[in-house]
């Protein structure tokens, strides 16, 4: 197989995505990697000048042809995922690890580097290349490049089995989601779901071959079940299915436990071969926080302000269970409950405010955001994707186009759950010119039914602004090294500062009201329905506030305290909700075998960062509402100071570039109503 016909191998500018096929995997991994093989030997010549050019470049460059291709695949299998794919997929894993895992621990390869930094061009390298030199030098000792050999080798046996088990972690979510399906043949039963949910129950049911509704797993179609479904036993049968997916309770065949047990163990040791006390402190050595005690610090705090608030949303509940005849609320009647406590408090619910919220709507709305915060377009342009409902963008600026962003929003089987935004490509110079980023945008909404256009609940604005920040961040970088543009290299506990960020826009009137057109009326949201929402804005945010430490404190204490051989994952999160929460989910509960951002994602010891950031994201947003939430020239800081710069410096000098000052919780406590004296 020629590079002509395979379109892994013929990535010029644009990703052919409609015709990548598994069978191009294998030829196209194989020709990369002899490719980085070749380009390694002859970086590793030391007889040819230790400069730039013949050391950190030429790598870069082949590694990038590499995992820009690899990253199409890994790509391509989350958001549609064949067993054909997904076994090219897992074919050709160990090798790229092994390639990736060994390069990093290349002892001849970190002689080069510091070789570099230690010659008279270095002081010729502009600050950037200077910067990213040294962190590629922090990035060598991170990985094991001084340790003895066997140690050493210790570390890269580590790395190749802790991919391949957070992939197989990934999958077994993915089909123990799929696997369940429920299927009801008397309408009765649906009694209280809105009549748009339920025409998506009946066209899943369809698509099947089956005739009434059929529920599914997918959060679009899980989540209004829960809220809206009068039906309780219905309501505890989901439950319990969501509850349990990948675990030894869902019949065994997914079950993550050893998994994670295995994870756990291989990143402690891991983190000890590299002289670090626990993989926490391993984590934290390139994020903004420096030890795990300050990050539980910070959350404990956090917490001490939110519990109080937390407290009461609670007690709210279950005096509001009682008047639906719920006398003890179960886990599977809360969401029901909140959504029926919403309505009667604030005289509206969630399933009114979706019917004004369509899609092209929202994506025109949010996109005339962007042009009046940053000066630039976004249109629709034609190329060539993945499904037929993802759509392709090209951002421009006085005519010229500086990015281009693929969106895809909808749920539908074999892709993996959650939203994300994730890159194809970075900003940077070549010797053949300037190449512009190119990002993903991927969310799991309900498509539109029976020829209607899809709606979006006001929750899925708010995800869809979130990664849309994470996809600015991305595309406005002015950056021309690829290491530090957009979001590489950006320490994990501020690259959600962009996201967040964004949210806020979402509660601005104006905005809203400019992406907001009713899919039978075409009226914009009224103003009074608007004021209902902005009351209830703060509803519940003290739950939803611990609920989030909980998370990160479980995360940070599973990695800095926990002893995967002879602890309970199961005891030390029941112990994390003794001390923070006020919702209490029942013992066969299997929460952690598909929490995926910290055993399949990045977030492992770092999922503190959302509330981190939200702190920097809520005090960054302060500087919008003192000069006027849409005023340019405030946004033209922002892109300035934080978008544009990516990696070139720490974070927290971007923030205080921008800001003036460091940041203060005071600004999240405002926005979450959580200050003593205010209503929630």
């Known amino acids: 197989m020629t590079a002509c016909d395979n379109p892994l191998l013929a990535i010029t500018d644009f990703v052919d995505y409609a015709a ?56 391509l299998q ?25 390069i990093s621990l290349d002892t001849r390869l970190y002689e080069r580097y510091k070789a570099l930094r230690a010659s008279e061009g270095f002081a010729q390298l502009s600050p950037v290349r200077q910067r990213i030199l040294e ?3 922090r990035d060598f000792r991170l990985s094991g490049a001084d340790l003895p050999d066997e140690k050493r080798a210790r570390v890269q046996e580590i790395g190749e089995r802790l991919s391949m088990l957070s992939q197989k972690f990934s999958e077994n979510l993915l089909d123990a989601t799929n696997a369940f399906t429920l299927d009801i043949e008397r309408e009765e039963d649906l009694e209280g779901v809105p009549e748009d949910v339920k025409a998506l129950y009946r066209a899943t049911a369809e698509a099947a071959g089956k005739t009434g509704w059929r529920v599914t797993l997918q959060f679009p179609s899980y989540l209004p079940f829960m809220q809206f479904a009068k039906n309780r036993a219905l309501r505890e049968k989901l439950y319990h299915a969501f509850s349990v997916r990948a675990s030894e309770l869902d019949g065994g065949k997914w079950d993550n436990g050893p998994l994670m047990k ?50 009461k949303d609670m007690e709210a509940l279950r005096e509001h269970a009682k008047t639906l005849g719920l006398e003890k609320m179960e886990s599977w009647d809360q969401a029901y409950v909140s959504e029926s406590l919403r309505k009667s408090r ?30 630039i377009r976004v249109e629709e342009r034609k190329g060539s994707t993945w499904h037929p409902d993802v759509k392709f963008f090209a951002l421009t600026e006085d005519g010229k186009d500086i990015a281009y962003l693929y969106a895809d929003l909808h749920a539908r089987a074999g892709k993996r759950s959650g939203a994300w935004m994730d890159s194809d490509r970075a900003r940077r110079m070549t010797k053949n010119g300037l190449e512009l980023p190119i990002a993903y945008l991927v969310c799991n909404f309900a498509p ?42 950006v320490e994990w506990d501020a690259v959600e500062l962009p996201s967040q960020f964004m949210e806020n826009f979402a509660w601005d009137e104006r905005v809203v009201t400019s992406l907001s057109k009713h899919v039978e009326t075409g009226e914009k949201l009224p103003h009074e329905l608007f004021a209902k929402m902005l009351t209830a ?19 940070m204490l599973l990695h800095s305290e926990f002893d995967a051989k002879k602890d309970s994952i199961a005891d030390l999160l029941s112990r994390v909700r003794d001390e923070v929460a006020v919702s209490f989910p029942p013992a066969y509960n299997r929460f952690a075998n598909s929490f995926s951002h910290i055993f399949a994602g990045g977030y492992a010891a770092g999922y503190y960062s959302y509330k981190w950031a939200e702190v920097l994201s809520a005090d960054a947003f302060g500087a919008f509402e003192e000069t006027g939430v849409l005023n340019a020239e405030t946004g033209r800081r922002f892109r300035e100071e934080i978008l544009s710069r990516g990696s070139s410096r720490d974070a927290m000098d971007s923030f205080v570039a921008f800001r003036g000052r460091k940041p203060t919780v005071d600004a999240l406590l405002r926005q979450n109503g959580m200050i003593e004296g205010e209503k929630a």
């Open 78 to 102: 989350s958001v549609c995922d064949t067993p054909e794919l997904r076994d090219a997929y897992n074919r050709e894993l160990p090798r790229v690890s092994e390639l990736l895992l060994r």
């Open 20 to 75: 990548v096929r598994p069978e191009h995997v294998t030829p196209a991994v194989t020709a990369l990697c002899e490719d980085v093989e070749k380009t390694l030997l002859a970086v590793l010549d030391t007889s040819r000048p230790t400069t730039w050019e013949n050391v950190v470049e030429p790598l870069n460059e082949s590694l990038g042809r590499l995992t820009r291709a690899w990253g199409v695949v890994g790509h």
């Open 448 to 489: 539109g039914v029976d020829g209607r256009e899809a709606t979006l609940t006001h929750d899925d604005v708010t995800t869809l602004f979130h990664e849309f920040g994470h996809a600015l961040h991305h595309m406005l970088t002015s950056q021309t090294e690829e290491a530090v543009s957009g979001i590489n290299g």
């Open 262 to 311: 295995e994870i756990l163990t291989l990143r402690d040791e891991e983190a000890k071969l590299l002289g670090f006390a626990n993989y926490a402190e391993s984590s934290l050595a390139v994020k903004m926080a420096s030890t795990p005690k300050e990050v539980t610090d910070f959350l404990r705090d956090l917490a001490s302000h939110a519990k109080p608030f937390a407290v």
């Open 346 to 375: 604030y005289s509206y619910s969630s399933d009114v405010v979706k019917r004004y919220f369509t899609e092209s709507t929202v994506f025109a709305g949010l996109f005339h955001l962007a042009e009046t915060l940053y000066g």
């Open 135 to 137: 962190r590629d030098l």
């Open 537 to 555: 804005k703060n509803f519940e945010a003290g739950m939803q506030t611990v609920r989030q430490i909980e998370f990160a404190l479980f995360d």
